[in-house]
């Protein structure tokens, strides 16, 4: 294990170093995914591996600390498919507060989350603003892969099969090529875009209706270059934000 | 990474193969941590690092998945200590029954949880009732090394500072030692025995009114062999106990 | 008061006769909006008027019954501007889960909540969630617009000031000049473009920060045609997953 | 439209009027009421309809506010008659809550409720506790006809069915003919006194174990006098209390 | 101690014996009063000792189980007073719902509550309500002396300050007269009858604002008869409704 | 009655004396016990005798308030045999917060639990933690029996049957005939020492899956003499505690 490795994570620091570091970086990052069906090219912990790897990157550019990954999040539209686990919106809100408290009162002043899974954005967004009231010293974040839209459109040789949702897709696939090659396997990767139901925005609709293997996309498309230009832009929109709000205080 | 490491870790494997696997594996296993003060001589993480590695241990005995780590507990007697991160019983509770929700809907019927913070204990016994009345299929243990009270008597070489907590100290260096020496540092192993007061278990006692550097007895005297002489028992019983959970339905 | 308007308002007609009615249409409609800043050229209660003339017109459609106006939601992000009431998340939510669990025990099988204010998306879409497990005979639907960003983006003649959010700009008015024009003063009518900052999709952000007037853009192009042009494809939209709702049970 | 009917209504005016005006009347007035069954000559929304226009005579009398009609309450006893909706106790409290805390933050100094249903009572005397305690500078009524008691003992013609409800009865009718004449078809009123039984102000008992027509009383009496009669006296009471408060500040 | 004294209080029986009472009798009978000042002639526990006789006297006529007496209420009104103790109106709705489902799984098909105070009479039907849904086959009731009204009516010589609450006055002393005479010192009887204003009924009022003693009416006008008179018409009343429920069953 | 034991017993105390006691002793005494089968000897009630019997002696060495007994507890373990109560560990916390709310506005600085019942000390201790937060010039404990497990080893004529449990056993058997010898029948009592399985400390398991009878050892080796000396220290320890804290104010 390298020292620059270790220093990074919070949790394999000792309480007395810790102190001292807290006194010159008050940034710390979470990293928050899932345990989720991605078809069958990547694993369970896709959103996991990503959320982990970005925050490691982002800590790297703005000399913050990474906490342990949060690694469960809310799965409703996938639940029933094999291997996922899910939380609700509640549950989830209740103890990110719960760690943006503790974090608050340890000295930080920024709460970065990284997050690897969209369902957790309602969840991330809301516990962010009871933050917002309770901790008035504490900015929190809470990243899914900031401009990306923009970056992926010009990348990506398929269209969308959604407006809001990328998964186990070219898209994700690339993400994964980039940040955790050792967990992907490509020959398993498929091409399976499935036709979303218009309702699928407008009333409960789990994703066993429209797909059977959980991959929007053309996964084969993947390359690690379309991933790392898409989270490099991602991990400057974050970085610039960080320190801009570092900057304010 | 060896094909055996990876087979048990639940996250690593996709949405195709875990169907298969859960079909003949039913059990699934949850490390518990926190992110916790362990004085000058080992991580913040201790507790999450010692949860995971018995549980790894544990999955090889009775063939279970493992599940990725809940690294924040609940830390209230230290948590004005640098570093320390804590949730609160509400939270921990909550979101531990939506995992035990999933994995019962998964078709999981043992879920135990392995826990390397005491003060996690109250949360995880509430959890499990919680399961036992919403999830009459699903048999729910919370681990906490069992039968170490007995096994650690036989080999301590300090009397323990308290009837219940043991904190930093010989016994949980020497799991360290055993489990993650990688992350040890003897050289700042300290011999710190504070004076517990009584009223620590009638009034609420945040423990930096007894020791300044959240060890609990004489660090020095750890060794490998006296935790490994502890954990193999604990994970007997932990064994047998699972077994025979699965033995009965 | 005319039969045909009458007849159309749940709470217009008496218990006996409302009987018979939904054993005819089982289709209930439920506009929500909220008390909000909507500039100088709009009414606070912009987004109720709105909610409630689209559930009018929706009724004719799929011959439902419009209950009457929610008339308070989510609006966290122009909260401090003068007027503007909110609720939190959490108590919408339960409050409309109330009322869908009595639409359920009155023999509705279709809830189509028609969404004036897109602060109440998180709620709405938690709401229909929560009554997807409890009450498994209704059909509820959240609906802000559906089809509207592609509609909008053929007829503005401006860009849109952010991705998600439009609020009392070209479009909103143009609502309001189709279905509410008594309420709207052209006079007052503003070109106000506001450089919303990244950050506002990642950290909490009232909008009191990048904006005086809250109007997003550029109201003074408005036209009743507009609002007509992409108001008749969102209600022909929700017709229609309205209707192969109803037809599928 | 008139002006003056438009200028008392808070959700027509717009953010900048508005602001001018809290400094001026910080008196806001919130009708309240509840989708239920009122007999067979009376809509389900007689309780919405009351409290609307009794709000809007007492906005008069006080130079208030009108806020929109909050149109759903606690309508636990006659949840079972077509048409009724209910949401409980614990949500229209919150709901509560959170308009009275946004009323303080805009400035309002009186939050008067004017509630038209009697099964709301509980819950709004909470939220008013509740407020109390929280925004020690907003006072909060919870008037359902204060006075009405004494008075409509002066007129009635039959003796009350209950000490404390009266409903769709030669009372509520007459309200509603002085209030919203054109909602009620005397055609169709009614003679049903029910024999209500001694344990339903003692054990939990829906109405429809003892009236199948949700009426308590002879309907027919009712004239427009007698709820003049009454309702002035009511707005009479609530006048004088909510210009005493304002005094007081 | 007599021995039908002790068979009647659940709590002095053991475990063995009490499985054949329930066999025989299924009637739980619960006193509720509170902490709460009561003028200078009366005790802090007046409405437990009030609720804790009448019960002994109802298990009588019944042949009921006396529960042990919950002797917290909620006490809004008067909780600025010295020595009273006050609870949610949330607290005590759990409690007793609790309370209620454990008898109902105990085999006891009537919970009848005695309330001693007037201000657990929101929580106690609230809770009645709530296991009228998760406890069917369980009939509750919440009884504040029926029928009290007209009784006292007929016996009083002085007005009643208000319509509704009664305290530690002619009528209430007279209780404590005929139900605990060895807690009542005449000698220390006040005539302190309050100017309630109108607005105690539409605003939070606490009752410090109209009372300096907590004594509302003249206490020097008790006497035992008057209270053996309305104590034992409630009774008469209270009997005949829990039988005609277990004649129901 | 004696003079000294009613100044002692807080509720038959009148409002105006309260408050000059207050003034001079400002230390309540919560007897908190539960409604719990304990074998065929000692009656259902045992844990409210022993509490509130140890309370006035505890009163009398601190010069103590003795509250009214709380007589409800968590008894999930027990909660399957006959006569047995519980409230869940959420409703006693809220309920006991509460109370220690209303009696630090009171004016009292320690409030002190004496706890009968071990299955309430998580929900005494978290109550405990959360005043310790919100009424921080309020000391709180949850005494049970504090020194009791070194006394018993010291008298005890047998093992015990476990390492945190007694019940209804020589030790708790023993109390009874030192504290409430006119509750036991020690002609019923009998020797049941169970084989607990290690099971017990890690998964649910009702009481019943190992004992019929809910007696943990030999209650025929019980006397009031092993029970004198036990609770004598206990008490010792208790009012030790008490003292220092309010030494320290």
């Known amino acids: ?36 069906a991605h078809g069958p090219h990547l694993p369970l912990g896709t959103d996991n591996l990503l959320a982990e790897r970005v925050s490691e990157k982002l800590a790297e550019r703005v000399n913050g600390l990474v906490l342990p990954t949060l690694p469960y999040g809310q799965v409703w539209s996938l639940r029933n498919f094999p291997g996922s686990i899910t939380v609700s919106n509640d549950s989830l809100i209740r103890f990110i507060v719960d760690i943006g408290k503790s974090l608050s009162k340890q000295g930080f002043t920024t709460f970065a989350m990284v997050n690897g899974h969209l369902g957790n954005g309602t969840a991330l967004k809301e516990a962010a603003r009871v933050l917002y009231e309770t901790c008035p010293n504490l900015q929190v974040f809470y990243f899914f892969y900031p401009g990306m839209n923009k970056a992926a459109a010009e990348v990506r040789e398929t269209v969308s099969a959604h407006a809001a949702y990328f998964h186990a897709c070219e898209i994700e696939t690339s993400y994964m090529l980039y940040l955790a090659p050792e967990h992907v396997d490509m020959d398993k990767a498929i091409t399976d875009i499935p036709d979303i139901p218009m309702h699928a925005d407008a009333t409960p609709t789990p994703w066993e209706e429209f797909t059977e293997t959980a ?35």
């Open 215 to 249: 991959v929007l996309g053309d996964a084969k498309l993947a390359t690690k270059e379309k991933g790392k230009y898409i989270i490099d832009i991602a991990l400057d929109n974050m970085a610039t934000m960080v320190k801009n709000a570092t900057a304010e205080i």
């Open 1 to 36: 294990m390298m020292d620059g490795e270790t220093d990074m994570y919070m949790q394999y620091q000792n309480s007395f170093d810790i102190k001292e570091q807290i006194s010159h970086s008050k940034i710390a990052i979470l990293p928050i995914g899932a345990v989720e």
